[in-house]
């Protein structure tokens, strides 16, 4: 038997008027580790300005690739710049579907916020969600 109030004396690190939100975006890369260093370092920090969101309200970052991107992982492009180093970080392969979208890097960051995350879409990705763009 599971002693339930454990799970009550937890303390979540979020204010009152925050609630957990998943931030998408994605941009197309070239294939090369310079050229991935900077779009996706570009696309996370363009996410922390237009959210106002901090690195302590993240609780975990999700990257896909596209199956020709072969030079670098996004999760490794980001530590290495000096990004994220305390938030869980992971990173899978899309599926291959006919007619998607090539060099395609997409971010889901889970965090706590205080309204309606703006997702990011750039270099090229804009076009894989034209009705989230502003």
Same mark, same amino acid.
């Given at each position: 038997?599971? $002693?339930?109030? &454990?799970?009550?004396? =937890? %303390?979540?690190?979020?204010?009152?008027?925050?609630?957990? =939100?998943?931030?998408?975006?994605?941009?197309?890369?070239?294939?090369?580790?310079?050229?991935?260093?900077?779009?996706?370092?570009?696309? =996370?920090?363009?996410? !922390? %300005?237009?959210?106002?969101?901090?690195?302590? $309200?993240?609780?975990?970052?999700?990257?896909t690739l596209t199956k020709d991107?072969?030079?670098?992982?996004?999760?490794?492009? &980001?530590?290495?710049?000096?990004?994220?180093? $305390?938030?869980?970080?992971?990173?899978?392969?899309?599926? $291959?579907?006919?007619?998607?979208?090539?060099?395609?890097?997409?971010?889901?960051?889970?965090?706590?916020?205080?309204?309606?995350?703006?997702?990011?879409? !750039?270099?090229?990705?804009?076009? &894989?969600?034209?009705? !989230?763009?502003?």
């Amino acid at each position: 038997m599971i $002693d339930r109030s &454990l799970f009550s004396s =937890y %303390s979540y690190p979020m204010k009152n008027s925050q609630r957990l =939100y998943g931030i998408r975006g994605a941009v197309c890369v070239v294939d090369t580790e310079e050229d991935m260093q900077e779009k996706v370092s570009t696309l =996370y920090e363009t996410i !922390l %300005s237009k959210n106002n969101l901090s690195e302590d $309200d993240i609780v975990s970052i999700q990257f896909t690739l596209t199956k020709d991107i072969t030079s670098a992982n996004p999760a490794a492009v &980001l530590r290495k710049a000096s990004w994220a180093s $305390d938030v869980p970080l992971f990173c899978s392969l899309e599926p $291959d579907i006919i007619g998607s979208l090539p060099f395609v890097v997409r971010i889901l960051i889970t965090a706590y916020l205080d309204k309606k995350p703006i997702p990011v879409y !750039l270099h090229g990705a804009e076009v &894989l969600r034209r009705d !989230l763009i502003q």
